[in-house]
């Protein structure tokens, strides 16, 4: 068992490190108070070739192992959740079911403009009615002649309008409940495919989520990603890795509060002396970053488990519902420490604290991830 | 065309501490970066290999073993390889002596241009990349802000000094010392960094291999010798004026002219 990083890995978490610092950091309150899309966090990370870290170099990826990638996540997270998440859902939840499903036709396609960056991706499978129940699609795809005929809707996309190719699920087949759901996938400006009003949301504003309407939208049926009925499978496994991605972006907000936080208490003075100096400070610190640590580690280790082919459902979940629920933990007790100013708009521990609400809610909610956990220890 | 781009490793602080028995600065615990001017160096370089795809750039350094850290950065950023010259009689050289040893590794390698950064933020000497030129007896243009254009056998370049701009050419192969201020370096790219942990692509080179008489680098092949190296004290002193607001901005004028912040 070794917990040393690689050089791969090292090399990798330095520049990580100097685009969020340098690049990222800068425009990440500005991105939160307009809420818009932070293309520039998306043209610095195809200059550095990160958005197809984990994929093969035959489709344009830099063929880095999966924990690159999550090192990814955690170090723009660290400075900006939004940037954070929209390469998660770039690379873990669009990306990845064609990497994994898709035919070699379907690759060349789709996977080289993705993963160098030329094309954004997005997933698309929570309905109105269909949230943590994702069986209960209502989108309806039929085939009609070398076409598939798509209509529905659905809502919270990540990406929403930014991305150009959406892996979304469709039913096929409704008599056969989830074995009668289909995967697709479908670009930006074909006809019938229109977005929704964005979503005024309490954190990682900058994220685009809305809904994506689909009225008679015709595909060709080699947009299939798999075969018809292997939908559902296609979605849980995609999420189960998408939830490693999105455990180290809490990962990257709790660490990012905590640097925040140490930083302020050396140089806010209080009775006459630093903050830092007086025991519950010091004591407060202690435990968020060990419990932080620990995050890293289940993050960490799940992350290795996928890279290495070995089981990682229950593993992901693990480090989802116990990263984002230490990310709001340690982003609560940061505000704590830098009081009143920790609670205005001027320093960003209130925004990150905000954004990490909504790790325990997206791609699986804690609850779905203790039924994950325990599904797997009783079964 | 071959380029070689030098590059030093130098501490990421200005609180270093110094040797007081030999006057040389202690690099332990401070973090290492890549000088800055040999940075825009080497992104110099990289911009016109993708102009010119065939172009090939090597990243050079005389340092500790530890300096391949800063090798592997530049191939990660797009150098086709790194070329380590590491030897412990070439400790303690000073810039004449690392002249003589970068000269000799230089002929080593080939190379039609050489980039050096103007100067190095720890020693701030101008004087490698200078030396360097006349040890290879070729031409060299210092204070490049711009590379203007590279033919087959010549470069054009802007230099920028404190007062005035000079378009100069020189014939190939050329040494030119490279402004920070000329272009923002890229970053790393994450399939370099896959490749270059697949593949060693740092060569190291000793004082042997080049076949330098040891007794012309290193602490013996140096003339400088640093007497005492310490920060400058600044002094809190404020003086107080009235004067009409005419007087002050003659005033203010004034002091900037003799401080040369400005010339006219």
Known sequence: ?379 | MKIVVLEKQVPDSTEITVDKKTGALIRDGVPAITNPDDLAGLEAALELKDKNPDTEVVVMTMGLPKAAEMLKEGVAMGADKGVLLTDRVLGGSDTCATSIALAAALKKVGFDLVIAGRQAIDGDTAQVGPQTAERLDIPQITYVDEILEVKEDSITVKRSLEDVEQIVTAKLPCVITTLSGMNKPRYMQCDNIVDLCKEDKIEVLTNAELGIDPETVGFKGSPTSVKTTFTKDVTDKTEVFTLSEQETADMIAKTLKEKQIITK
Not at chain 1, 136 to 147: I, K, P, R, S, Y
């Open chain 1, 1 to 379: 068992m070794d917990f040393n990083l690689t050089e791969q890995q090292l090399m990798m978490q330095k520049l990580f490190r100097e685009v969020a610092q340098n690049e990222i950091k800068e425009n990440a309150a500005d991105v939160d108070e307009n809420e818009r899309f932070p293309k520039e966090s998306v043209e610095v990370m195809r200059q550095a070739k990160m958005l197809g870290i984990p994929y093969s170099r035959e489709y344009g990826g830099a063929g880095a192992d999966y924990l690159c990638y999550i090192l990814a996540i955690e170090e723009l997270s660290k400075t900006c959740a939004t940037s954070g998440v929209v390469l998660s859902a770039h690379t873990s939840l669009g990306t990845w079911p064609i990497a994994q499903f898709g035919t070699e036709e379907q690759k060349q396609r789709f996977l080289t403009d993705l993963c160098t960056g030329k094309k954004l991706a997005a997933f698309g499978l929570t309905e109105p009615n269909a949230g943590t129940d994702a069986a209960g699609q209502q989108t309806t795809a039929v085939l009609d002649g070398d076409e598939y005929v798509i209509n529905g809707t659905k809502i919270f996309i990540t990406n929403a309008g930014e991305a150009d190719v959406y892996v979304i699920f469709a039913m096929t087949d409704k008599t056969k409940g989830t074995r009668g759901i289909s995967a697709f996938i479908l670009e930006k400006g074909t006809p019938g495919f229109t977005f929704g009003l964005h979503e005024k949301k309490l954190g990682i504003r900058g994220s685009a989520t809305c809904e994506l309407i689909f009225n008679n939208v015709r595909i060709p049926k080699e947009n299939l990603l798999g075969k018809e009925g292997m939908g559902f499978k296609i979605a849980m496994q995609t999420l189960d890795g998408g939830r490693i991605g999105i455990a180290a972006q809490a990962l990257g907000i709790a660490q990012g509060a905590i640097d925040e936080a140490v930083a302020y208490v050396k140089q806010r003075k209080q009775f006459g002396r630093p903050i830092a100096k007086f025991q519950n400070t010091q004591f407060q610190l202690a435990d968020m970053q060990t419990k932080t640590d620990a995050a890293r580690w289940l993050v960490y280790s799940a992350a290795t488990a996928k890279q290495e082919g070995r089981p990682y459902t229950q593993l992901a979940a693990e480090a989802k519902l116990f990263a984002a629920e230490t990310a709001m933990e340690i982003t609560t007790k940061a505000i704590q420490l830098l009081g009143g100013y920790g609670y205005t708009r001027d320093l960003p521990v209130e925004r990150m604290f905000r954004d990490a609400k909504i790790t325990e809610i997206y791609e699986g909610t804690s609850e779905v991830q203790r039924m994950v956990i325990s599904g797997a220890m009783l079964k």
